[in-house]
């Protein structure tokens, strides 16, 4: 008591300077925990809880977690006492989570097992034993664990006693061997070990442990301790069949427990006050103790019913939570889910968008093409049907180029270009003639020159343009005189190109002699005069060779009829001369032929026909 | 030399007493006659010597009549024993022996029911030593999941118990099943599981071969390969305040004494199934709690 007073002197002197409670030393404030932590183990009294939470502020502010804890634990466990669990459960928590991030394990091994022994308190003993069982985890690292170690099996075998494993308990609570156990801790083990012996109606060894106890007078600073020490007496009295011994001892047991809220203690005397009565045959004390009992047992029951509920409470808000919790995690996924839902709509819609801008696109392609491609259609149209156009105005104007370039402007016949033009491919198809159809042993081709006598002299005399009359009508003269098939070609000034196809040298004499005839008949009128020309003609047939249709081209054959003409001009002109082959070795076109001409007839190797008796030279006559 | 010690007894015993009935008192409750007839056939009690069940319940209680008359005519008391039915409503549960006006109970009774009682009551030899009584957790037979749950499921099953059965109480606490406390009839608890309000109760042992239990036609049966100790013993309690109490109770403990030298409290509480050879090697879901102590 002396102490107890002291200590109290000790808190309030340090009261007025929690003003300045920062500056407290660190070593001061451990020693005034030490002092309020010996105090309630003495016993729980209200008064000492404002001195705790001061002191638990101040090691709050000076960031002093590890007596933030210890101070957390000591209030948790007076208000515990006075069963408010759920303040006590609040500061416990409290104290678990800042040990949390401790690195202080002897400090956590003490907050689990304070834990433990409010859930051994709520009868959460699953709860309680986890706790156990981390705290006991937990000191095995520690080197110097027996005190931690002793109070974990204290707790342990406490917890075995409310579950009903007494034997298991006894074990538990064995006394420890260490020097270094506190004898409070050494005497709540014990008391444990006898309250479990009584358990199993071992009441000589409760008795034994209780004596031992006596004589190391441990139990009297404890008020807890001394209570539980009076109801063991009076039950090791009560099961010794000393029922007066036993009745006293509740008796003054019970008088201890007055005014306090040790229950279960006040409810354990009560029966035990009862049992003895009743085994004493005093049966209306029996029955009176026995209404107590049942009153205290009711107390203790609605106690137990309440911490029950606080329990259940736990567990529904619990279940509430988490059905909260439940309930917001489905709503977060549904709005996960129409998010993602929104999110590929808008992504559709992207999509689509971008889907008709491309379709837009190409069909705005498609179209440009196609009008692209109608357009240069009709351009190109336009193009071909001028090209066409002036292709054909161009073959129209070749046409009459080649026609003006062909022809002769004054006699209207074809000219010497004419000539070459055509020449090669009349050689050509006489050729084919000659090579495809039987041979006909005479001329196909006849070359035919024919020259307006004395031309020179109409010039002079009449002028030239007396002259282009002439021509002119002598032109209409051949014209007349020969067949359509025929080829007429103004050949140079007064001289004329025949080229006459499918004709033999023996026809051709014919139409020579009319074309002579006609032209000698006919009456050219220049300036109103009357006036008459001749004409001499050569000719020669190609091939010039029938059995040989090589030897001499076309140019060596138009010679010969040259020649032939000159023959006709030497003589007395107005004649037609043609040359034919010869006897003998046929002549190739490689010696000059209108030069050897003479020596050629005389000797026969060409032949001429003539409508003049001496221009014939004959073959025989040679 | 026994036998003389007997012949001796059953001489006197007669001539002591004036009387040749010995009362036993025996709760209304549990007053199985019918059963007890019926398992007799015809046999003296005293030459029962094999204990085969009858029927397929619970036997125990027809083997403590037994064995007590034999025990207390081994032990000196010749007298014939006549069974008297009482209710059991008394300020303590123990009151009429307590007071001497009941001197003795036909049936045993949990040890630790009588620890505070020591003084006025005597207390046998254990007919049922600690570890010995073994009681299966019994789930109805139609879930057969049920009956398959392992020893690390036990955690998720609800079992139904009354606090007031405090030895039941005390091994169910310490087993991983979530307890249902129910104060009320034993055949409620049993619709309790039957409507799967709870998930298994705590029965002996059935002593039929599949150790299915049937009740009202419907069948319970044990979840296999687990059973639970129940913490405690039996003893037979003689009344200290009746007049007769010193002498029936060394009477009985002698017999008792010659029964378990012979053998027979062994091989009765073994044939008769309350030991069941079935379950012996099953996992104890309690196991933890039952340890020796000196």
């Given at each position: 008591m002396q102490f107890l007073l002291m200590v109290f002197g000790v808190v309030f002197a340090l009261l007025p300077s929690f003003g300045t409670l920062a500056y407290e030393s660190k070593a001061h404030m451990q020693q005034m925990y030490d002092a309020l932590l010996l105090s309630v183990e003495e016993d729980y009294d209200l008064s000492l809880l404002p001195s705790i939470r001061a002191l638990k502020e101040q090691a709050r502010g000076q960031g002093d977690k590890e007596l933030q804890i210890k101070t957390l634990l000591l209030e948790g466990s007076v208000v515990q006492h006075f069963g408010e669990f759920e303040a006590g459960l609040d500061l416990h928590q409290q104290a678990l989570q800042l040990a949390g991030s401790e690195a202080n394990t002897m400090l956590k091994a003490t907050t689990y097992l304070a834990i433990a022994h409010l859930d051994i308190d709520l009868e959460s003993f699953d709860l309680a034993q986890r706790y156990l069982d981390k705290a006991l985890q937990l000191i095995e690292t520690i080197d110097d664990n027996a005190q931690i170690h002793a109070e974990i099996m204290l707790w342990q075998a406490r917890l075995y006693m409310d579950k009903g494993a007494y034997r298991l308990a006894l074990k538990t609570a064995a006394t420890p061997l260490a020097s270094s156990v506190r004898q409070e801790t050494i005497a709540q083990l014990s008391l444990t070990r006898s309250w479990a012996y009584l358990q199993l109606g071992k009441y000589p060894q409760a008795r034994a442990i209780i004596q031992k106890l006596d004589e190391q007078n441990y139990l009297m600073k404890n008020q807890r301790m001394r209570i539980m020490a009076a109801v063991q007496r009076a039950r090791i009295a009560l099961q010794a069949g000393e029922y007066q011994d036993a009745i006293t001892l509740a008796q003054q047991g019970l008088e201890i427990t007055l005014g306090t809220r040790f229950l279960l203690f006040q409810s354990q005397l009560q029966w035990i006050l009862a049992a003895a009565y009743a085994q004493q045959g005093n049966y209306q004390q029996a029955h009176r103790y026995l209404k107590r009992y049942t009153v205290t047992e009711k107390s203790l029951n609605l106690q137990k019913r309440n911490s029950k509920l606080l329990k259940l409470e736990a567990q529904y808000s619990l279940a509430q939570q988490q059905q909260a919790l439940d309930a917001l995690e489905r709503d977060n996924a549904q709005q996960a889910k129409l998010i993602i839902a929104h999110q590929q709509q808008i992504e559709n819609a992207r999509l689509n968008q971008q889907r008709w801008l491309l379709i837009a696109l190409l069909t705005f392609t498609l179209i440009t093409v196609i009008y692209w491609r109608w357009q240069n259609r009709q351009y190109t149209k336009r193009l071909e049907s001028q090209v066409t156009a002036r292709t054909e105005e161009l073959a129209e104007r070749n046409k009459r180029l080649q026609t003006l370039s062909f022809t002769d402007s004054l006699t209207g016949l074809n000219n010497r270009h004419h000539f070459f033009s055509v020449i090669d491919s009349k050689i050509e198809a006489c050729r084919q003639v000659w090579h495809g159809a039987q041979p006909k042993g005479s001329a196909d081709l006849i070359f035919v020159i024919v020259d307006i006598d004395h031309f020179k002299g109409i010039n002079d005399t009449f002028g030239h343009a007396a002259g282009d009359i002439v021509l002119q009508d002598f032109s209409e003269i051949l014209k007349q005189c020969t067949r359509e098939s025929d080829t007429i070609v103004r050949w140079g000034g007064e001289e004329f190109l025949l080229v006459m196809p499918d004709l033999d040298y023996v026809a051709a004499q014919e139409v020579m002699e009319r074309i002579r005839r006609q032209v000698e008949i006919y009456p050219f009128i220049v300036n109103d005069q009357v006036i008459n020309c001749t004409c001499s003609i050569g000719f020669a047939p190609f091939p010039f060779y029938p059995s040989e249709p090589e030897k001499l081209g076309w140019e060596h054959v138009l010679e010969l009829a040259d020649g032939g003409l000159y023959l006709a001009k030497a003589s007395r002109r107005n004649a037609w001369v043609g040359v034919l082959a010869g006897e003998g070795e046929a002549l190739s076109g490689s010696s000059p032929l209108a030069h050897n001409l003479q020596t050629y007839l005389q000797t026969g190797r060409l032949s001429t026909l003539s409508n003049l008796a001496d221009l014939i030279y004959s073959r025989k006559a040679g | 030399m026994k036998m003389k010690w007997v012949c001796w007894l059953l001489f006197i015993s007669p001539i002591s007493w004036g009387s040749n009935q010995l009362v036993v008192d025996i709760i209304s409750s549990e007053n199985f006659s019918q059963r007890y007839e019926d398992f007799l056939a015809g046999r003296h009690v005293l030459d029962v010597d094999t204990f085969h069940p009858t029927t397929k319940g619970s036997h125990i209680e027809i083997i403590e009549m037994v064995l007590l008359q034999q025990a207390l005519f081994l032990g000196g008391e010749t007298r014939q024993v006549v069974f008297n039915p009482k209710p059991?409503?008394?300020?303590?549960?123990?009151s009429d022996l307590i007071a001497g006006e009941s001197l003795i109970l036909a049936r045993s009774v949990w040890h630790e029911s009588i620890v505070d009682y020591r003084g006025a009551l005597f207390i046998s030899e254990p007919i049922v030593e600690v570890g010995e009584y073994e009681a299966g957790l019994y789930v109805t037979k139609r879930n057969v999941a049920l009956q398959q749950t392992p020893l690390s499921q036990l955690r998720q099953l609800d079992v139904v118990s009354n606090p007031r059965w405090a030895v039941d109480w005390r091994a169910l606490m310490n087993t991983d099943l979530h307890m249902v406390s129910f104060i009320g009839p034993w055949e409620t608890m049993l619709e309790m599981v039957e409507s799967n309000v709870v998930d298994t109760m705590l029965i002996n042992f059935s002593v039929s071969d599949s150790l299915v239990l049937t009740f009202e036609g419907k069948e319970y049966v044990p979840i296999e390969d687990i059973k639970v100790v129940l913490p405690d013993s039996r003893h037979f309690v003689v009344s200290k305040n009746h007049p007769e109490g010193e002498q029936i109770f060394a009477a009985l403990n002698r017999g008792l004494h010659v029964l378990k030298q012979r053998g027979i409290i062994k091989r009765a509480l073994t044939e008769s199934g309350f030991i069941n050879k079935r379950v012996a090697n099953w996992q104890v879901a309690n196991a933890k709690m039952v340890v020796e102590v000196d």
């Open positions: - | 059991s409503v008394n300020i303590l549960e123990f």
